[in-house]
T-cell receptor, first 113, second 114 residues
């Protein structure tokens, strides 16, 4: 069964510092991977997705993620955190033959001024 | 293009009652999926509908059901509500049913069961 692991439910980062959120997946076949962001009292918004076209994926708001098959990872980064990045971030996996998204537990990001 | 809309946004019910939530997908999208979000269990898949047919179902009891209409609008119903059903229910739509397709989420319906 497909699954993703996100460690560290709460992540604190200083404004201007690097944002790094880790995601490891488990999938028996090549997966499709997604990062979503959720702001308070809102639904999920897609940040970026990996569909095998390129291992380094650029998304919205300056975020990017790199797919590493050898490490079964899809970590999300942003070079310089902004106050507006405070939100909850979810990694999700979908694989061929299974239409559902399986989500990680999420990372609540707090940006310290 | 208008996004995914969900109604109502907030709902308070008591144990034993039933509830119906509605989701209108992005125009042209034929697939609608439902997810339950709780602090303890996180985001869990409920079911997916495509062209009025349920294509996939998560591990939820039969009290949770859904349907999709010919205009792709979807409803989910929860009967005999339990306290543990309190959650944010999210609906997502996509054009087809391909796994690589982005699912676009609505703002959710927050259900509180007392």
């Amino acid at each position: 069964a497909q699954s993703v692991t996100q460690l560290g439910s709460h992540v604190s980062v200083s404004e201007g510092a690097l944002v790094l959120l880790r995601c490891n997946y488990s999938s028996s076949v090549p997966p499709y991977l997604f990062w979503y962001v959720q702001y308070p009292n809102q639904g999920l918004q897609l940040l970026l997705k990996y569909t095998s076209a390129a291992t380094l994926v650029k998304g919205i708001n300056g975020f990017e993620a790199e797919f590493k098959k050898s490490e079964t990872s899809f970590h999300l980064t942003k070079p310089s955190a902004h106050m507006s990045d405070a939100a909850e971030y979810f990694c999700a996996v979908s694989q061929y033959g299974n239409n559902r998204l399986a989500f990680g537990k999420g990372n609540q990001v707090v940006v310290i001024p | 293009k208008a996004g995914v809309t969900q109604t109502p946004r907030y709902l308070i019910k008591t144990r034993g009652q039933q509830v119906t939530l509605s989701c209108s997908p992005i125009s042209g999208h034929r697939s609608v999926s439902w997810y339950q979000q709780t602090p303890g269990q996180g985001l869990q898949f409920l079911f997916e509908y495509f062209s009025e047919t349920q294509r996939n179902k998560g591990n939820f009891p039969g009290r949770f059901s859904g349907r999709q209409f010919s205009n792709s609008r979807s409803e989910m119903n929860v009967s005999t509500l339990e306290l543990g059903d309190s959650a944010l229910y999210l609906c997502a739509s996509r054009f087809g049913s391909g796994n690589q397709e982005t699912q676009y989420f609505g703002p959710g319906t927050r259900l509180l069961v007392l």
